[in-house]
């Protein structure tokens, strides 16, 4: 009989890494803990530690292109308004 292979879930290999990187347990505990191999802790453990700073740097990163969309919009806002001003104080006289 075949052994069926197990998907688990992102939030679980998060929270089995987590348990891992605090270091309350070992990782033989926590395998037994989970039911997990331990190398697949460990592989977890290796991946959450090396995506973190990706983490971050995908956040600012984000931040900024969302600032610069912004701030172009409230640009060309600015200018239509100008235009509009400009065409009202043609229409009524006010052009010195």
């Known amino acids: 009989m ?5 998907n688990h879930s992102a939030a ?6 987590l348990a891992a990187i605090k270091g309350d ?16 802790i460990t592989q977890w453990k290796k991946q959450l ?5 990706e983490l971050f ?8 292109r969302d600032q610069a969309v912004l701030t172009s919009e ?4 600015i200018g ?3 235009v509009e001003l400009d065409w009202l104080k043609k229409k009524s006289g006010l052009d010195d």
Do not use: C, G, M, W
């Open 49 to 53: 530690l090396e995506s973190l700073p």
């Open 25 to 40: 347990k070992t990782i033989a505990e926590l395998a037994s803990e989970y039911e997990v191999h331990p190398n697949q």
């Open 80 to 82: 239509q308004l100008k």
């Open 12 to 17: 679980f290999k998060a929270k089995v890494a």
């Open 2 to 6: 075949k052994n069926k292979r197990r």
């Open 57 to 64: 740097s995908r956040r600012r990163k984000t931040d900024q």
């Open 74 to 77: 409230l640009y060309q806002q």
